[in-house]
């Protein structure tokens, strides 16, 4: 009878450890989160344009420009419409409208810049600008930003020096300090993007609405 007690006691125990040990095993089980995958919404075809106070039948920059690399001189001023074929009108902002009514539902879309450049001794720079960083690169060239849509008239026209909830960067100067000599050459993208979903986790930009000049040397 005892030997009888004996095992039924070793068959329950024996029948509850195999139970906690297959919970223990579905609860350490690899859950593996799956990422929803991006996909870009944006429709603006984005351009980069000389500023030249033109705005009749404007043309796009297309690949390259061409400029001085000369301390204490601007390396360009460049304006963004949303646009890749040329924009038109008497002035930037009918230029402006008439790129951006060629839209529809693109509220909150607002606009960022990339510029990376690389030195004669092979070092890279790359930054993303969503808002101003006149100093980031001074050693080199400023970086000055600037709304040209929301510039109300007769005011004193100056760079931004921080972004609020409208502001839009609509326009960039670069302008060459005492190292810009170790300079090869620039790289200048401008993009438009809505929230956080529009960058990778290194911050990268990852959308269609992106358009990319090289700025090089003349001299």
Same mark, same amino acid.
């Given at each position: 009878?005892?030997?009888?007690?004996?095992?039924?006691?070793?068959?329950?125990?024996?029948?509850?450890?195999?139970s906690?040990?297959?919970?223990?095993?579905?609860?350490?089980?690899?859950?593996?989160?799956?990422?929803?995958?991006?996909?870009?919404?944006?429709?603006?075809?984005?351009?980069?344009?000389?500023y030249?106070?033109?705005?009749?039948?404007?043309?796009?920059?297309?690949?390259?420009y061409?400029?001085?690399?000369?301390?204490?001189?601007?390396?360009?001023?460049?304006e963004?419409?949303? &646009?890749? &074929?040329?924009?038109?009108?008497?002035?930037?902002?009918?230029?402006?409208?008439?790129?951006?009514n060629s839209?529809?539902?693109?509220?909150?879309?607002?606009?960022?810049?990339n510029?990376?450049f690389?030195?004669?001794?092979?070092?890279?720079?790359?930054?993303?600008?969503?808002?101003?960083?006149?100093?980031?690169?001074g050693?080199y060239?400023?970086?000055?930003?600037?709304?040209?849509?929301?510039?109300?008239?007769?005011?004193?026209? &100056?760079?931004?020096?921080?972004?609020?909830?409208n502001?839009?960067?609509t326009?960039v100067?670069?302008?060459?300090?005492?190292?810009?000599?170790?300079?090869e050459?620039?790289?200048?993208?401008?993009?438009?993007?809505?929230?956080?979903?529009?960058?990778?986790?290194?911050?990268?930009?990852r959308?269609? &609405?992106r358009?990319?000049?090289?700025?090089?040397?003349?001299?």
């Amino acid at each position: 009878m005892k030997i009888l007690l004996i095992l039924l006691l070793l068959f329950i125990t024996g029948c509850e450890n195999n139970s906690q040990e297959e919970v223990f095993e579905e609860d350490n089980k690899t859950i593996v989160e799956k990422k929803e995958e991006y996909i870009d919404h944006n429709p603006i075809k984005v351009g980069i344009y000389l500023y030249d106070n033109n705005y009749i039948d404007k043309e796009v920059i297309e690949d390259v420009y061409y400029t001085n690399f000369i301390s204490g001189k601007d390396l360009g001023s460049f304006e963004v419409f949303f &646009s890749n &074929s040329g924009v038109s009108g008497n002035n930037f902002k009918e230029a402006w409208f008439n790129s951006y009514n060629s839209y529809t539902n693109i509220e909150g879309y607002k606009i960022g810049f990339n510029i990376k450049f690389i030195l004669d001794d092979t070092t890279n720079f790359n930054k993303t600008f969503l808002e101003p960083d006149i100093y980031c690169f001074g050693e080199y060239f400023y970086v000055y930003f600037y709304d040209d849509v929301n510039q109300k008239e007769g005011t004193f026209y &100056s760079h931004l020096e921080q972004v609020e909830e409208n502001t839009l960067i609509t326009s960039v100067k670069l302008y060459a300090t005492a190292g810009i000599e170790k300079v090869e050459n620039i790289i200048l993208s401008v993009f438009t993007y809505k929230d956080e979903e529009d960058f990778d986790d290194n911050g990268d930009y990852r959308g269609n &609405s992106r358009y990319t000049i090289r700025i090089k040397k003349n001299n």
